[in-house]
């Protein structure tokens, strides 16, 4: 008996994890670590999803000093998420000690930052108020770095009266040069949101990156605001923009409250080999639960599929 156990113990150590599970032994060797072992596979091509929240989820809480931003990477503890994304607005200050704050209780709990999000909208008639929004933008750029996060969300915004969107896009793409050009040195990617007004289609978002041509522009990819056209639904505007992609926002519903199907959802980021974090923005709706039940519940559908189609 001493004899067998020693040799079945020998053959666990030698056989490669691919052998073991095709010996149908039962050990649990999760399918994507036996693919990683395998010298022929593409990781360019394997997803790797992880778990996020926004602070924007808790908005109310935050708005109304019920919550600190303190208190929300503590609760990404409690949540059991990889990472936070900070949005701006609930940033008690800039202060470069508040922020070095921020940054090492989220060290401390293991929480990384999967980015920060700024209000700044690029579309503005006037050209002072252009180069003022890239002052800003440049500002929230150095915030970002002090947080010690590598993503910025920044906005396109609603196009104005009289504005046609050619000229509209022209201020987003020289706006996003010049911000890129000034995130590069710090390592800080820039993701577009495509959000309502000017970036709320797909061929838009495209040009945009095509224009500014810049590794360190994305798509800070919403999956609920794309506006269905006759030729692309939501789901085709999506994909179109997943190679692009750098933080995504979830929620289960589009802007119209139509459900969405989260499981196709997670499979067309899959299919993309996308790598990235999968950012609940929690929104209750009209007769939604409030974020206390809501946002555990939805972090749990989120984190289901990750696992399903996740290479971790």
């Not at 459900?259 to 950012?279: C, E, N, R, T, V």
């Amino acid at each position: 008996m001493m004899n067998s156990t020693i040799a079945r113990r020998q053959f666990l150590k030698s056989a490669g994890a691919g052998a073991l599970v095709g010996a149908g032994l039962g050990v649990n060797v999760p399918l994507a670590h036996a693919e990683s072992a395998n010298a022929n596979v593409d990781l360019s091509k394997s997803p790797r999803f992880l778990t996020a929240c926004c602070a924007y989820s808790y908005r109310e809480q935050l708005t109304h000093g019920k919550m600190t931003m303190e208190d929300f990477i503590l609760k990404a503890v409690e949540l059991k998420v990889d990472a936070v994304d900070m949005t701006v607005y609930f940033l008690k200050s800039t202060d470069p000690g508040y922020l070095e704050g921020l940054r090492h209780l989220a060290y401390k709990n293991a929480v990384v930052f999967s980015g920060a999000a700024c209000g700044s909208s690029m579309v503005q008639a006037d050209a002072a108020k252009r180069d003022e929004v890239l002052k800003q933008i440049k500002g929230w750029i150095d915030v970002t770095d002090r947080l010690g996060a590598s993503h910025l969300r920044i906005f396109a915004g609603p196009l104005p009266a009289g504005v046609t969107m050619p000229q509209a896009t022209t201020w987003v793409v020289e706006g996003m040069k010049a911000a890129c050009d000034y995130a590069a040195p710090k390592g800080i990617m820039l993701g577009l949101e495509d959000h309502a007004g000017v970036s709320q289609s797909a061929d838009v978002c495209l040009e945009i990156m095509h224009r500014v041509n810049s590794p360190y522009a994305g798509i800070n990819l919403d999956v609920t605001h794309f506006i269905p056209s006759a030729t692309q639904d939501s789901y085709v505007q999506i994909a179109a923009c997943i190679p692009y992609a750098t933080v995504t926002h979830i929620r289960d519903h589009f802007d119209d409250q139509t459900p969405i199907d989260m499981d196709h959802l997670w499979q067309m980021f899959a299919k993309a080999g996308h790598k990235g974090y999968m950012s609940l923005e929690y929104e209750p709706g009209p007769h939604g639960e409030p974020a206390e039940t809501g946002v555990p519940k939805a972090l749990a559908t989120i984190r289901e599929l990750c696992r399903k189609y996740s290479s971790v």
